[in-house]
């Protein structure tokens, strides 16, 4: 698909899915193969790891500005995991659409809905292994993860799904490549919806009327 | 993609589009290329023309047994033009998306906005021309008509969106091939919306339960 026949303003498009469904291999390679996504970057009050940049895997900011984010609703969607905040401002996801760019947002479920409240034309998709045996046996094949970590992975995904009924698609990722097309497919056929083309339906009737 | 991964019921999928936006020719390319759509045959009081097959290109039937059909709710959505009956049997259609069958149906704007109230879960696509310009440029290059008919058929386009506001997406047929692809993946992207794809969802987490 030529990718650049979508020029206007980008969409906001979410992914979440289960732990071991292979969600981040899958965003580095939409990133590396199509040039119309930009992956959101979250800000956090957590400290950098070795390597991580700032502005590139996260905006590290200190409790103070994140309050302030908050309050000066900076940010789309925040949570607080283990004494920690992160959350999606606002002003790179809206510079990067005003761009043209489809921004990814990859946050887990709660923070899915709460986007689509604020913005119901965004797209939120699940991502699921395909079957039970393989998310456990891609959890084994990592090799990093002990028994005991990989069981507890596996009995969150039994219950993480809660609240997948507001999603607007699930995908099945089966294979990688395949899936990276698939998606990158689904996304564009978002543009395709009547909300975002009817103005070209009204261009053409006008037109047409100029060239009777 | 290979459309067999989705087996269970198929889909109701409506096409509309102006006049001279190619949809003949892309239903043609379509049931060609992919052999998971079905065609809906029109039951019709018209009679038949040289060539035409009972059964194929229509349901043939007297204006008896077409008001019996109306009557006994036989007819997903019909119609009158110039004093003949068309309409759309339900039976056909019911046992095509029973077999898996993604069942298409090419009728108007009026009939496609019954079709949708009657089963929401359908999906109504408008294929339209890239630009005024090439739409005459198209019915020009037919040759089969006089420059009356071709204003008149332009005439009438620039009317005949008319409601397309109530269909799910807008598809722009500047490419036979392309679009033809487009078409399908489009189509097939329903089949990953959440209602049709939660039941998996349920069924991973049961097996997760007992790989544990």
């Known amino acids: 698909m030529n990718n650049n026949e979508f020029k206007k303003r980008g969409m906001l498009v979410v992914i979440s899915g289960f732990s071991g469904a292979g969600k981040g291999t899958l965003m580095k390679k939409l990133m590396e193969q199509y040039d119309n996504y930009s992956l959101s970057i979250s800000a956090t009050t957590r400290d950098p790891r070795p390597g991580e940049v700032e502005g590139k895997d996260y905006f590290f900011v200190d409790k103070d500005r994140f309050m302030e984010m908050i309050k000066n609703d900076e940010l789309l969607e925040y949570a607080n995991y283990v004494g920690n905040y992160y959350g999606t401002p606002k002003a790179y ?4 659409m005003n761009k043209g760019k489809d921004v ?3 946050i887990e479920i709660q923070g899915a809905l709460k986007i689509k409240a604020k913005y119901p034309d965004s797209v939120l998709i ?3 292994p ?3 045996e393989e998310l456990k046996a891609r959890l084994i094949h990592r090799g990093t993860e002990t028994e005991e970590i990989i069981n507890k992975r596996l009995q969150r995904a039994a219950q993480e799904a809660v609240g997948v ?3 607007d698609y699930i995908l099945i990722n089966d294979n990688l490549d395949k899936t990276t097309k ?3 497919y689904l996304i564009q056929d978002q543009h395709r919806r009547v909300p975002q083309q ?3 339906i009204e261009q053409l009737q006008k037109e047409l009327r100029t060239v009777l």
Chains 1, 2 share one sequence.
């Open 93 to 96: 996801v809206e510079a990067e």
């Open 104 to 106: 990814i947002l990859e």
């Open 126 to 128: 699940f991502i699921t």
């Open 130 to 132: 395909p079957s039970a």
């Open 165 to 167: 009924e507001g999603y």
């Open 182 to 184: 698939h998606l990158n």
């Open 198 to 200: 009817i103005h070209f």
